[in-house]
């Protein structure tokens, strides 16, 4: 099934300008909201509701975040005194620390609308563990997030617009070509920083496949940004300055030429977080944009992926050979990972 026309950025605009107090996130929780796509969507959301609708905004950012952070969102609150913006501190590759966000975040609310996960980095400066002993790359973009999706989902149940999980990292590049008898790069001598961006969109794809298959009254969306310049071309390297340097000799002038502005990049994610393009209660679709499918080729039940055109993608022949093994063995193994911290 091939993908969907991309939505242009002028319908874009358009149904965010017709966001209303049926589509428009009350409660939200943000994991990588200070910086990058996850930053730029924080603020569109943060500064629709002006004048209109309150909003308790959660912003999950590491520590030694926290004075950059809040300047930032002291800015926000004062161009909006009606948002709410709540500033979590926390390790987001430590599941432990995961699982204490959400206790407190559960102690606070009884639903929720929005979880809009984008922490993460391309590790191209080599292999970094955490005290967990995760692979800091993997933790950040795959298990931790679907621990937060784990612990969240009674309050994504509850919420009356039908909750909304976001995920930004490779929804539609799915390959088959991943270690199944090395899924975290157990083996010595088997990382590398292409290899761990492979499995960690293809793992975050099939658990949350899984995951949407299991909670279908919960949205569940795997987006590919595309390139945006956000500042990510110089993370990611460790002491590795020559790669840096090389990267940016040979690739930045491709992020000038190809990369969508950041203005057009917040305008996408707050699109994927209030459309109905993606079922739910969000914005009704107007001609000619078509409801989403999913990765199943229909337009509810499952997760659905994403390009950086906002058009959805079945990636149908990809999907049905992981769904055979792969699918099986990555939940069993995001299981046993996350379960000691449910």
């Known amino acids: 099934m091939p993908t969907q026309p991309g939505v242009t950025r002028q319908h874009v605009q358009a149904s965010n300008a017709r966001i209303d107090g049926e589509s428009y996130p009350r409660t939200a929780v943000f994991v990588g909201g200070t910086a990058g796509t996850g930053e730029l969507a924080l603020q569109e959301l943060a500064l629709t509701g002006k004048g209109k609708w309150a909003a308790r905004i959660y912003v999950v950012g590491r520590s030694e975040s926290a004075s950059r952070v809040n300047k930032s969102l002291d800015r926000l609150q004062a161009q909006n005194p009606d948002v709410e913006l709540i500033w979590t501190p ?14 407190e975040v559960k102690a606070k609310e009884k639903s929720l609308d929005l979880l809009f996960l984008s922490a993460g980095y391309a590790p191209l400066g080599g ?9 800091v790359s993997q933790s950040l973009s795959h298990y931790s997030r679907i621990l937060f999706i784990q612990h969240l989902l009674p309050l994504l149940k509850a919420s009356t617009t039908q909750g909304r999980v976001v995920s930004i990292l490779g929804g539609g590049l799915e390959t088959t070509r991943i270690d199944l008898d090395n899924l975290n ?3 010595p001598g088997s990382f590398s920083g292409m290899k761990c961006q492979t499995h960690n969109l293809v793992m975050q794809s099939m658990a949350m496949e899984q995951l949407a298959e299991d909670n279908k009254d919960v949205t569940f969306i795997h987006a590919y940004p595309g390139l945006v310049k956000t500042g990510n071309l110089n993370r990611g390297w460790r002491d590795r300055w020559f790669l840096q340097l090389l990267a940016n000799i040979v690739l930045a002038p491709l992020f000038w030429i190809m990369a969508f502005s950041l203005e057009e990049s917040k ?3 707050f699109y994927l977080a209030t459309s109905a393009k993606y079922g739910g209660h969000g914005v009704p679709l107007q001609e000619p944009v078509a409801p989403g499918l999913t990765s199943r080729g229909e337009e509810t039940g499952s997760v659905f992926l994403v390009n950086h055109l906002c058009a959805t993608v079945t990636n149908e022949k990809v999907m049905a050979e992981l769904r055979k093994e792969a699918k099986g063995r990555i939940w069993a193994k995001t299981t046993e990972v996350t379960q000691p911290y449910i």
């Not at 926390?90 to 206790?103: M, Q």
Request: charged fraction near 40%.
């Open 185 to 187: 790069f157990e083996k």
């Open 90 to 103: 926390g390790e987001a590759s430590l599941l432990a620390d995961v699982k204490r966000i959400c206790t």
């Open 267 to 269: 305008q996408r994610m």
């Open 127 to 135: 292999r970094e563990e955490t005290s967990e002993g995760l692979n």
